[in-house]
């Protein structure tokens, strides 16, 4: 069965995919022959990739290929593995990042991870954490920070008669746009999403992607995802990882209907798992 048809990517998509290709856009994150070392063991080799800025790249491959690793690198979350080892460049607009205060990478880099992470705190005092921890605000300015964070998250709404209320009480989707709001509250320049939905239901789901698409204009964002019709919905550029290389990265549209790799179009395609 051909890629396009087993996605059913729309006219639409594809003309957005074409108009992609021709609009210029910055380097937010270049990353050059990088290599990470679990002590004795080469987890990522030789992986270069440019990710642009106010854009959404996915990361594809089958479990344990790297991607993960990867997407850890970008904000430093691998220096706190024992024995960790990288190698290589990463730069975030044009700096260099292992080189960079680790404090100043998480606040310009947040993460929203596979599982909601909520502190055992107030829907408030969660997403308020960060900015106080910064000392960005004042507390009278810090009220609006948190609704429009709630707000971006598509969350608002739904919290706004219970902001002083325990995050723990909230759903699983709901906590995981909570967490997404208390990542934007900081005014994340990039936000990396490890598996964001793999533990969420269609709708949560749908939610999460619809807060992610409207980021895309003040947020450059890179996501790890094993759903592959989640990766050709939402990003714009997609890189295909195998065995701790990265095989492929062009735009989403060419990685699904038109690969250059056989990995790639076997992976796509279901005939590697």
């Not at 990042?97 to 929203?112: A, N, Q, S, T, W």
Request: glycine share 6%; net charge positive.
């Amino acid at each position: 069965m051909a890629t396009g048809a087993l996605f059913a990517r729309s006219i639409l998509v594809r003309a957005a995919d074409a108009a992609l290709s021709r609009t210029p856009t910055q380097t937010k994150l270049g990353i050059e022959g990088l290599n990470f070392h679990y002590g004795a063991f080469e987890a990522l080799h030789g992986i270069t990739l440019e990710i642009p800025k106010h854009r959404i790249t996915a990361l594809i491959g089958p479990s344990g290929c790297g991607k993960s690793t990867f997407l850890r690198t970008l904000n430093r979350m691998s220096d706190l593995t024992p024995k960790a080892r990288v190698e290589g460049k990463i730069a975030l607009d044009g700096q260099d990042l292992l080189r960079m205060d680790p404090m100043e990478i998480r606040r310009r880099v947040g993460m929203v991870f596979q599982r909601p992470n909520p502190f055992p705190k107030s829907i408030f005092d969660n997403v308020a954490f960060g900015v106080r921890v910064n000392r960005m605000e004042s507390e009278s300015a810090l009220r609006d920070t948190v609704e429009q964070s709630l707000r971006k998250a598509a969350l608002w709404d739904e919290v706004k008669d219970c902001l002083h209320k325990s995050a723990m009480s909230l759903s699983g989707g709901q906590q995981q746009r909570l967490c997404i709001a208390r990542a934007l509250a900081v005014k994340p320049e990039v936000l990396l999403f490890d598996e964001p939905c793999s533990a969420l239901d269609p709708i949560s789901t749908a939610k999460i992607e619809e807060v992610m698409m409207q980021m895309r204009e003040e947020c450059t964002m890179v996501i790890v995802t094993h759903n592959l019709q989640q990766a050709a919905r939402i990003s714009d550029r997609t890189g295909f990882f195998l065995m701790g290389r990265l095989v492929e990265h062009n735009t989403t549209g060419a990685i699904f209907e038109n690969p250059c790799q056989e990995e790639t179009q076997n992976y796509i395609t279901g005939r590697m798992g």
